[in-house]
């Protein structure tokens, strides 16, 4: 899908402020550790991350989207009566039903004619609600919208601490099966999509491409679980076949935006891992220089990680005004996005 007449009125994002670093992960299944003779600080070098946040026990998703799409709104200068879509792409939710975005809709007094629904892909559904949002903008059947996401990732982690600890026959291979959970942080995004009437200085929004591979969607699993989640995934076929579908999507996205690999300036990355972030740039032949890695101190923070790693990157005038960038997203499933902007 092309775009000619979209923008990116403005993105922002909201981070918790406690720290929970790997280190103290690891003192929390120290029990498990020693059962199995494991030394500790594999965590961090299996994965890179040195540590994530957390919201407080309690904390709803909406509160998070709220609070990035209030923000985002009031960089925008889009006028809220001009907001004709709001989507909740976050995998947490504030319960089944009603649609979270309900709940944001509310809060953020958006008008009564502004549809507010919910899309769920994994990883992916922020960068799936932006292609959303972008095509009713570029159809004409809205002026703007608001993209929000909020996500925790304390419910997924202490459960499978608590999880981990109880099994005392756990295996290095249940263990290892568990340890993506664990990779987990949180935070809130929003972004703002508009036509180029209403921001003329905003990012251009330039096209999209989706690919999916679905034959893989049984390597990660999440449900509800208790009080909590549990995710059981295999990392490592995970990470191959992610990586090849990238590849795949890269090459295509290429040809469908009519761009090329040397014309790519800056690369967004959902952020997953740093051996997931080295193997993916290097298979499609991108400086790592290019891109601007936030895993290391923020985790994986689900549908946010891709936006909320947009938004600092502008922050830190890493990504400048002309600079052809690809925002490249992916979620267990398997599926893959690929966004391209003209800040």
Known sequence: MRFEKVRIAATS???????????????????????????????????GIRERRFFPRGWRPSEGSTAA???????????????????????????LEPATASVVHHRLGLPHSALAFDLSNACLGFANAASVVAT??????????????????RALVERTIATLDAKR???????????????????????????????ASGARFVGATARSATEHHALCHGDHAGEGMLMQTDSETLLHAGNSLAARTFAEFLAEM????????????????VA???LLLGTMGIDLALDFPTV??????????LPLSWDRARAASFVRAGQRTVLMGIGSGLQCQMLALEP
């Open 69 to 95: 799409g209030e923000l985002a709104l009031a960089r925008s200068g889009v006028p809220r009566e001009r907001i004709g879509l709001l989507v909740h792409a976050a995998v947490c939710r504030d319960f």
């Open 13 to 47: 994002h909201v981070l918790p402020e406690e720290v929970v670093t790997s280190e103290a992960l690891e003192r929390a299944l120290a029990g498990v550790y020693a059962r199995l003779r494991l030394n500790t600080g594999r965590l961090e070098l299996m994965t």
């Open 276 to 278: 997931h972030r080295k």
């Open 169 to 199: 026959d756990l295996t290095r291979e249940e263990l290892k099966a568990s340890f993506a959970s664990l990779t987990i942080g949180s935070g809130a995004a929003a972004m703002v999509i508009a036509r180029k009437e209403l921001c």
């Open 296 to 305: 290391e101190t923020l985790g994986n923070i689900g549908s946010v990680s």
């Open 136 to 153: 009713q903008v570029e159809l004409g059947a809205i002026d703007a919208g608001l993209v929000v996401a909020g996500e925790c990732g």
């Open 258 to 273: 009519d761009w090329t690999r040397e014309t790519v300036e800056r690369v967004i990355t959902h952020q997953v891992g």
